[in-house]
Structure formats: structure tokens, C-alpha cells
């Protein structure tokens, strides 16, 4: 069973940084992708970062030039580094692991970290 634990959220001023980290049980080389979702209440869930085993970024519009998404593969961890934050950004921020298959995909989720951007 895979689990992926978040850590790295929590109160910051507008314009501070925070950094994420999704440490996983197993390696992350195994996963196709893995990535960062956030969601605030009564709102859908939202992609923000998503980074594929060959080393392809992908961000939301709103996060780019702000939000970098990384892995530290030799400690099976994906980070996201957030800059300057904005009250917008607050929510909270899940990790993704994502296997592909011929006949489908699994999701894996964290259990989440609130990030509150606020002065």
C-alpha cells in the first residue's frame, strides 16, 4: 500500500515562502507522475504542479514563476517550493502519485497540509 506523507504547511505572510515536501513509502521512481493539488472548501480540488518520472513540469497559471515542483529521488520525496504567496493561495495542499497502466491508473493521495497565506 502506498503512502505518501505531506509536511511543510502552515501560516505565512503575502509575499513569504513555504516548501512542501510528499515523502512516499516506496520509491517514486515507480510512480508515472506525481504532483500537488490544492483545494479550498465548497471548491473542486485543483492541479498545481505536476512532475512526470522523465522530469516534465506542468503548472497552473496561476502558480507559474512562483510555485517550483522537484524530487529528491534518493529520498523518495517531491517538494514544492511556493514564493511568493499570496492570500489566494491559501488551501489545502495535497500530494498526488499517479501509476499508468494498459487498462487504466491508480491515484494515490496524502492527507493533506494547510497552507494559509495571510498578514
Known amino acids: 500500500q502506498v503512502q505518501l506523507v505531506e509536511s511543510g504547511g502552515g501560516l505565512v505572510q503575502p509575499g513569504g515562502s513555504l516548501r512542501l515536501s510528499c515523502a512516499a513509502s516506496g520509491s517514486i521512481r515507480s510512480f508515472n507522475a506525481m504532483g500537488w493539488y490544492r483545494q479550498v472548501p465548497g471548491k473542486q480540488r485543483e492541479v498545481v504542479a505536476t512532475?512526470?518520472?522523465?522530469?516534465?513540469?506542468n503548472y497552473a497559471d496561476s502558480v507559474k514563476g512562483r510555485f517550483t515542483i522537484f524530487r529528491d529521488s534518493a529520498k523518495n520525496t517531491v517538494y514544492l517550493q511556493m514564493n511568493s504567496l499570496r492570500p489566494e493561495d491559501t488551501a489545502v495542499y495535497y500530494c498526488n502519485a499517479k501509476t499508468t497502466y494498459a487498462l487504466g491508473s491508480n491515484d494515490y493521495w496524502g492527507q493533506g497540509t494547510q497552507v494559509t497565506v495571510s498578514s
Open positions: 512532475l512526470t518520472s522523465g522530469g516534465s513540469t
